[in-house]
């Protein structure tokens, strides 16, 4: 019957499970790991990549450099490596990710970071779809953990000590730090890096950035609903926030 066809430039996709146990994804993005050939294949790319990740923690000032024998809390680091689509091309991103299950002070660190409960989402598309006027949009904050709170900012919001966090670089990546300008004299061999802010991997990351968020939307007016405090409105802005996702 007329409907039930795909049109020209159409295709129509039917999934078969072999079990209802199966699992599968949720949301599906347009993203995939790279293997260790991919890796081979492409070292100029991965390179550049690496040196672009590393340029933006140093834009967004998530660390210095500190010697390694002051370093009394140590972890390693890691790279996600992933082909992302941008502007219709694949291409690499080198992803910096401390391994946070080193961090010996884990266990006392408060990690909550609100995010708003399904009742404020399905209030937030109810509301838009009850007024015709109205847009709904969504926000998704670029690089979010790496702009949050500072060490410093994050003592002062909450009357915590100060943490010292330290971190070395992943094999190779001290040579392409060094070939930035102003960090020439950084020496794997001495030096280590102290993260100035939860960088990704921290288990306080999601807390610095909800808290730093959250004093931004202040300023412009909204106000914490009384039953969940990640539902923010004012007059003509309704919104529900999910760590760095933002409905509004």
């Not at 340029?55 to 000032?61: T, V, Y």
């Not at 960090?183 to 288990?203: A, N, Q, R, Y």
Request: proline content about 3%.
């Amino acid at each position: 019957e007329k409907g039930q066809w795909p049109d020209a430039g159409e295709v129509a996709t039917l999934r078969v499970y072999v079990t209802k146990e199966i699992k599968r994804s949720v949301v599906v993005k347009a993203d995939d790991t790279l293997n260790k050939r991919d890796l081979q294949q492409h070292p100029k790319e991965v390179a550049q990549a690496t040196k672009d990740e590393i340029l933006i923690w140093i834009r967004n000032n998530c660390f210095e450099i500190a010697n390694l024998k002051d370093a009394n809390n140590l972890m390693t680091s890691r790279y996600v490596a992933k082909w992302k689509q941008a502007n219709g091309k694949w291409v690499i991103r080198m992803r910096l990710c401390l391994r946070g299950f080193q961090d010996v002070e884990s266990f006392d660190v408060e990690t909550f970071a609100g995010t708003a409960n399904r009742r404020s989402q399905r209030l937030l598309a109810s509301e838009a779809a009850c007024h015709a006027d109205w847009i709904i949009a969504s926000l998704d904050v670029d690089k979010a953990f790496l702009t949050g709170f500072t060490y410093d900012e994050l003592s002062q919001a909450t009357g915590e000590p100060k943490r010292n966090v330290y971190f070395t670089l992943p094999l190779g990546s001290a040579q392409v730090l060094r070939s930035i300008p102003g960090w020439g004299s950084f020496d794997e061999s001495k030096h280590c890096l102290t993260c100035t802010k939860p960088g990704i991997g921290t288990k306080d990351a999601p807390r610095a950035f909800s808290l730093k968020l959250r004093g931004t939307t202040r300023s412009f007016g909204l106000r914490s609903l009384s039953y969940d405090a990640e539902m923010e409105t004012k007059a003509d802005l309704r919104t529900a926030k999910h760590v760095d996702d933002v409905n509004m």
